[in-house]
T-cell receptor, first 111, second 110 residues
Framework: GQQLNQSPQSMFIQEGEDVSMNCTSS?????WLWYKQDPGEGPVLLIA?????ELTSNGRLTAQFGITRKDSFLNISASIPSDVGIYFC???????????FGRGTSLIVHP | EAQVTQNPRYLITVTGKKLTVTCSQN?????MSWYRQDPGLGLRQIYY???????DKGDVPEGYKVSRKEKRNFPLILESPSPNQTSLYFC?????????FGEGSRLTVL
C-alpha cells in the first residue's frame, strides 16, 4: 500500500533547538494525524488536523495542515531530552477508515 | 477516553505453534485494525474490521487471520507462525476521526 513521504528520516539536535519535519503525499487527505512513539511502546496521538490551512498547537508542538491537502508539517520548539522518540504522520481520506502512514522521523536530542 | 488493550505484551514462540494476540476496546467503536511495525518499513496494516462479522485484508494479510464476533474484541490469529512474523504488533481503533493505538505486542518466532 501507499506510504507518505516523511522527512527527515532522522535528526540529531542540541537541547533548546527547534525541530521541523514534514509529510507529503500524491493524494489528498481530509485528516492529518501526528504521533510520537517511544521505543517498544504504542504511538501516542499528538495533534489532529481537519481543515486545509489549519494550524494547531499542543504545548511546544505546532502542526499545520497544508493548503493543498497533500502535506503537513510538525514543529517542536525549544526541544528537551524527553522529546526523543520517533514521530510519524498519518493521513485519512474522506470517508476512508484506512490510514496511510509516514515511515517516521527519529529524533535524538543531546543535552 | 478511548482505550485499547492488547495481550500478551511480549511473547516468544516457536515456528508452527498457533498463537492468538487479543485486542479489546473499552467503548463500542466500530472500526478496529491490526498493524505490524518493522524497522525501516513503518506501520503496515494487516487486517481491519468495520463492524461485527465484517473484516477485510490490509496490506500484509498473509499468514494471519482475524475474527470479530463482538464489537469489543478483535483477536489476531497466527495459525502457523514463521520467523518472518517476528515483529511489533499494534491494534488500533478509530474514534472521532482519530486513530488510537494499543501499547503493542512484541512477538518473536524462533
Amino acid at each position: 500500500g501507499q506510504q507518505l513521504n516523511q522527512s527527515p528520516q532522522s535528526m540529531f539536535i542540541q537541547e533548546g533547538e527547534d525541530v521541523s519535519m514534514n509529510c507529503t503525499s500524491s493524494s489528498i487527505f481530509n485528516t492529518w494525524l501526528w504521533y510520537k512513539q517511544d521505543p517498544g511502546e504504542g504511538p501516542v496521538l499528538l495533534i489532529a488536523l481537519y481543515k486545509a490551512g489549519e494550524l494547531t498547537s499542543n504545548g511546544r508542538l505546532t502542526a499545520q495542515f497544508g493548503i493543498t491537502r497533500k502535506d503537513s508539517f510538525l514543529n517542536i520548539s525549544a526541544s528537551i531530552p524527553s522529546d526523543v522518540g520517533i514521530y510519524f504522520c498519518a493521513g485519512l481520506s474522506g470517508g476512508s477508515y484506512i490510514p496511510t502512514f509516514g515511515r517516521g522521523t527519529s529524533l535524538i536530542v543531546h543535552p | 477516553e478511548a482505550q485499547v488493550t492488547q495481550n500478551p505484551r511480549y511473547l516468544i514462540t516457536v515456528t508452527g505453534k498457533k498463537l492468538t494476540v487479543t485486542c479489546s476496546q473499552n467503548m463500542n467503536h466500530e472500526y478496529m485494525s491490526w498493524y505490524r511495525q518493522d524497522p525501516g518499513l513503518g506501520l503496515r496494516q494487516i487486517y481491519y474490521s468495520m463492524n461485527v462479522e465484517v473484516t477485510d485484508k490490509g496490506d500484509v494479510p498473509e499468514g494471519y487471520k482475524v475474527s470479530r464476533k463482538e464489537k469489543r474484541n478483535f483477536p489476531l490469529i497466527l495459525e502457523s507462525p514463521s520467523p518472518n512474523q517476528t515483529s511489533l504488533y499494534f491494534c488500533a481503533i478509530l474514534y472521532t476521526g482519530e486513530l488510537f493505538f494499543g501499547e503493542g505486542s512484541r512477538l518473536t518466532v524462533l
